[in-house]
């Protein structure tokens, strides 16, 4: 799976052009070590402060916005809780958790990645959103 570390984000904001401030590098910073937490806005500014004390809320909404229209993240919009974003921009499943809102990876077989629907079918995938909601198997251990 692609997954985006620190080098590959900001070769990408340089490669698109977009700016590279010290508030930025937090953010990214804060992306990258929570990535397999699918960070949501709050916890993405609660850590990125550590870094750079200048880092506000809204900087932090309108850096992810600008990072996942330019594609180098991908937002996971939800209805019940607040959004949360992938360093994952291949095609995989987010399997998530009803009960903690936990979003783990899962991988897809071949035969659902974009460029082998492509070859099929002619079909050119332009978004894809794969959910499956459940429990996790910590929260199943757990009484109520
Ligand atoms: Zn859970």
């Keep these: ?9 900001i070769s990408q904001l340089k490669e698109k052009g977009l700016k590279i401030t010290p508030q930025r590098l937090a953010i990214i910073e804060a992306l990258v070590s929570n990535c397999d937490n699918h960070p949501g806005a709050t916890l993405i500014f609660k850590e990125a402060r550590k870094k750079a004390k200048s880092v506000s809320l809204s900087t932090v909404y309108a850096t992810l916005k600008d990072f996942s229209e330019n594609g ?11 959004n949360r974003y992938d360093l994952n921009i291949s095609d995989h499943v987010n399997l998530i ?15 659902l990645e974009s460029r082998d629907i492509a070859r099929k079918s002619g079909f050119i995938v332009t978004d894809t959103r794969m959910e499956f909601h459940g429990y996790c198997r910590d929260c ?3 009484p109520d």
């Design 72 to 82: 180098l993240i991908k937002q996971l919009e939800f209805d019940r809780m607040e």
């Design 140 to 142: 199943l251990k757990q």
């Design 1 to 9: 799976m692609a997954i985006n570390d620190k080098k590959d984000l």
């Design 97 to 111: 958790c009803k009960r903690c809102g936990k979003i783990m990876d899962y991988h897809i077989p071949e035969a």
